[in-house]
């Protein structure tokens, strides 16, 4: 991975590369940035110029023989670690060397991609991944072990707050005193999903969204997009270059997303004083229940979204609304008149508190119904 294939972060690649240039390298390191704006390729191209002693501003310099095996990620002093779950080929105790070769496929097919997108890359159905202690002990059994080439040991983290406590715990003494020569290389999306004890072991660099420009220059660059398409995407994608994929390569057009918020708006506003539409709220959520946990997550997070982009409208900035709805009949600059100061911090709270008891393995169909319940009411408060 090159310095340069990673868009934007010029701030941070500087200080990455300076710190290996002076011999300054923290043992452990957490990335913690929102998704799509480039914390797994830049740790993959800073395990790159460690391992392989490259000079410069760029990955090249160095030894070749390594660098040629960072283009299939076979460095045999670089490991991985990252959320995984059973599945019909893993029947138990998953961990991430078994699932080696698919992570290697996704990061060659988008090394921007999200979370949502590894599990369905390996196909857990509705499991959400974890990183166990059974991984903790792996680690620990690797970074025991000399390095093959004499130089550094690298273990990246991936989603380093899905570690759970068990996992978290056992990796804590070799987080303070790890083996010599030897660098952690946490991600996550969220500082507050790391407990306080991985974290204070940890020197924090904060990765911000790319801005507009460099994802509209990738997105030419590298997708051979047209400029007023890529500035649009850019646009909507929101500093995530995982989201501007997708919707240049149109991959979330098989899911409803839209279709379910409307409906459940819809139904949610005609409840008031009809109480036979309750039904119809209750088998909208019996819909969603069926789906996999990721997947209801993702739901939430896009229905979040549209409150804001209508809560945007509401308040006359029409040049930070980018959405354009496509069900029928349905336009957000007259859904927006439902959306306000009055509710919005209740509506995003429910909506937060959802996610919070989905991730926790609460009933989804009690969950959603209670949320559709709360939501008659929200909705028409002014």
């Known amino acids: 991975m090159q310095f340069s294939d990673i868009i934007g972060q010029a701030y941070l690649k500087n200080h990455l590369i300076q710190t290996a240039s002076t011999g300054r390298i923290p043992h452990a390191q957490l990335f913690i940035g929102p998704e799509g704006s480039g914390t797994l390729p830049m740790a993959i ?220 708006v819809r139904a949610a506003f005609r409840a008031k004083g009809n109480a036979a539409v309750i039904q119809e709220l209750i088998e909208w959520s019996e819909e969603l229940a069926a789906l996999g946990r990721e997947q209801q997550k993702q739901f939430i997070e896009f229905c979040i979204e549209l409150f804001r982009q209508a809560l945007l409208i509401n308040y006359q900035t029409p040049n930070l609304v980018y959405y354009k709805t496509t069900v029928d009949n349905f336009k957000l600059e007259k859904f927006a008149l439902f959306v306000n100061g009055a509710n919005i911090n209740d509506i995003y709270k429910e909506l937060s508190d959802a996610i919070y008891h989905i991730e926790r393995n609460g009933n989804a169909k009690m969950i959603f119904t209670d949320l559709s319940i709360k939501l008659t009411r929200l909705i028409h408060r002014k």
């Open 45 to 264: 191209a800073y395990a790159q110029y460690l391992l392989c002693q490259n000079v410069g501003n760029e990955n090249t310099g160095g030894n070749n023989s390594c660098n040629i095996k960072f283009t299939n990620l076979s460095h045999p002093d670089l490991h991985f670690v990252y959320p995984v779950a059973t599945t019909d080929a893993v029947k138990r105790n998953a961990t991430s060397d078994l699932f080696a070769s698919q992570w290697r496929s996704f990061i060659k097919d988008n090394v921007y991609g999200n979370l949502f997108d590894w599990y369905s890359h390996i196909e857990i159905q509705n499991k959400q991944g974890q990183i166990g202690v059974d991984e903790a002990s792996e680690v620990l059994k690797k970074l025991a072990l000399k390095s093959f080439e004499g130089g550094y040991k690298i273990m990246i983290i991936w989603m380093a707050d899905k570690m759970n406590t068990e996992a978290s715990n056992k990796l804590l003494k070799l987080l303070e005193e790890p083996p010599a020569k030897t660098i952690f290389l946490l991600i996550a999306e969220n500082e507050k999903n790391i407990i306080q004890t991985i974290l204070s072991r940890c020197q924090v660099l904060n990765f911000p969204p790319i801005n507009n420009r460099e994802i509209e220059e990738a997105l030419i660059v590298k997708q051979q997009c047209d400029r007023q398409e890529a500035a649009l995407i850019a646009g909507q994608a929101q500093g995530s270059y995982n989201k501007a994929l997708k919707l240049l390569l149109n991959k979330n057009s098989t899911q409803p997303y839209e279709k379910w918020f409307v409906q459940w």
